[in-house]
């Protein structure tokens, strides 16, 4: 199995529909992520979850919404999206720690999921 | 405000050593990454730095200045296959990733 891994790989969907995006990891991480990309442009965090608490959000729209129910599974929930909102949505997990030399401290991608809205 | 800076685009020749830079500003630092991404893929690991100076992993080589907030992962003996996007991301001081735009890297034969 890969160490994490996406559902679906890609979406199409209308900009009145409710989906959802999904993520399984399964590397014993403590810490969740979910990143949009857009061509050209850095990567955009914008849910970080640790020990399933949601630290940060980064400002995003209300029309995603995320979702962690165990430190191995991460949702993002979608409804009413605009055409910007079409990208790449990478999940990410990784071990948090604060000692900068214990190692093993990058992250790990899924797949993603290339969205489309229409 | 936080930036990263690479440069957008790249051509090197299948066989050559090729360089890509990256200059940051960020509040705190806690390292640096660089990812490999290729075309409709997830980004992979490459390589850390913490502390000042050059870290060697087989082909794939990367070097890190704190005075200077700057990095470079240096690539030799280039192959094809090293077609894609490389991306420098720094840690801050709240343990998050800072991420630049990438670099696409185009191997010539």
């Known amino acids: 199995e890969t160490g994490v891994t996406q559902t679906p790989r890609h979406l199409v969907m209308g900009m009145t529909n409710k989906k959802s995006l999904k993520c399984e990891q399964h590397?014993?991480?403590?810490?969740m992520y979910w990143y949009k990309q857009s061509a050209k442009k850095p990567l955009e965090l914008m849910f970080v979850?640790?020990?399933?608490?949601?630290?940060e959000n980064n400002s995003v729209p209300s029309r995603f919404s995320p979702e962690c129910p165990n430190s191995s599974h991460l949702f993002l929930h979608l409804h009413t999206l605009q055409p910007e909102d079409s990208a790449l949505y990478l999940c990410?997990?990784?071990?948090?720690?604060?000692?900068?030399?214990?190692?093993?401290?990058?992250?790990?991608f899924g797949q993603g999921t290339r969205l489309t809205v229409v | 405000g936080q930036n990263i800076d690479q440069p957008t685009e790249m051509t090197a020749t299948e066989g050559a050593i090729v360089q890509i830079n990256c200059t940051y500003q960020?509040?705190?630092?806690?390292?640096l990454f660089w990812y490999q991404q290729h075309a409709g893929e997830a980004p992979t690991f490459l390589s850390y730095?913490?502390l000042d100076g050059l870290e060697e992993k087989g082909r794939f080589s990367s070097f890190l200045s704190r005075s200077k907030g700057y990095s470079y992962l240096l690539l030799k003996e280039l192959q094809m296959k090293d077609s894609a996007s490389y991306l420098c991301?720094?840690?801050?001081?709240?343990?998050?990733?800072?991420w630049g735009a990438g670099t696409k890297l185009i191997i010539k034969p």
């Open positions: 990410a997990s990784s071990q948090e720690t604060t000692d900068l030399f214990e190692g093993n401290t990058e992250a790990f």
């Open positions: 590397l014993g991480h403590n810490a």
């Open positions: 979850y640790s020990l399933e608490e949601r630290v």
């Open positions: 960020t509040s705190g630092f806690n390292g």
């Open positions: 730095n913490v």
């Open positions: 991301a720094v840690m801050d001081s709240n343990y998050q990733l800072i």
